[in-house]
């Protein structure tokens, strides 16, 4: 089936730092959207894109569309404390129909530099 | 609190057991999924049902069932449960069919010993 590569696996961060992770794909999707999932809690919803080149923010995260509808990135600027966590992009290809099934990356775990 | 509740939050249960995990979507939502979620699967997309129907199934087992009520709450039932079978398994709600801005429930650690 399809299978979003998400890299990198792990990263540590230092508080105020930027932050870059990316979702790769051999197939086409329609819609891509970032989760981000905290110990214990179910993945939450924090960006979503419905066309390739769109860009779209949310407060200090960004995330982008592929042009070629392949790829998806999310930047976080100026990292703090509470975005440790697990990040999934998440996508649906055109020929998952409607019903709305969601194919996701294994997840970008952000940890604190110690 | 996300809307979508999730009973038990944990299960430690002993292989070749059936257990049945239940989810109450947020206030409003037809459409129903459920994802397992192993360390190393991450997450999988089982099955979907939208106002009580099956709408979409991914790679769910023939062992796996689950089913949507009038009253809109699911429940996935387990049976003869393998070691494998221990993982997070989460609901996930949305308004309609093809909303992906879904949301997640908190899940069930399933442990099967």
């Known amino acids: 089936g399809q299978q979003l590569n998400q890299s990198p696996q792990s990263m540590f961060i230092q508080e105020g730092e930027d932050v870059s992770m990316n979702c790769t794909s051999s197939s086409i999707f329609n819609t891509w959207l970032w989760y981000k999932q905290d110990p214990g809690e179910g993945p939450v919803l924090l960006i979503a894109l419905y066309k390739a080149g769109e860009l779209t923010s949310n407060g200090r995260l960004t995330a982008q569309f592929g042009i070629t509808r392949k790829d998806s990135f999310l930047n976080i600027s100026a990292s703090i404390p509470s975005d440790v966590g697990i990040y999934f992009c998440?996508?649906?290809?055109?020929?998952?129909?409607?019903?709305?099934?969601?194919?996701f990356g294994k997840g970008t775990k952000l940890s604190v530099k110690p | 609190d996300s809307g979508v509740t999730q009973t038990p939050k944990h299960l430690i249960t002993a292989t070749g057991q059936r257990v049945t995990l239940r989810c109450s979507p947020r206030s409003g939502d037809l459409s129903v999924y459920w994802y397992q979620q192993s360390l190393d699967q991450g997450l999988q997309f089982l099955i979907q049902?939208?106002?009580?129907?099956?709408?979409a199934k991914g790679n769910i087992l023939e062992r796996f069932s689950a089913q949507q009520f009038p009253d809109l709450h699911s429940e996935l039932n387990l049976s003869s449960l393998e070691l494998g079978d221990s993982a997070l398994y989460f609901c996930?709600?949305?308004?309609?069919?093809?909303?992906?801005?879904?949301?997640f429930g908190s899940g069930t650690r399933l442990t099967v010993v």
């Open positions: 049902y939208y106002n009580g129907e099956e709408r």
């Open positions: 996930a709600s949305s308004a309609t069919i093809g909303n992906y801005g879904y949301t």
């Open positions: 998440a996508g649906q290809t055109p020929w998952g129909g409607s019903q709305g099934n969601l194919i």
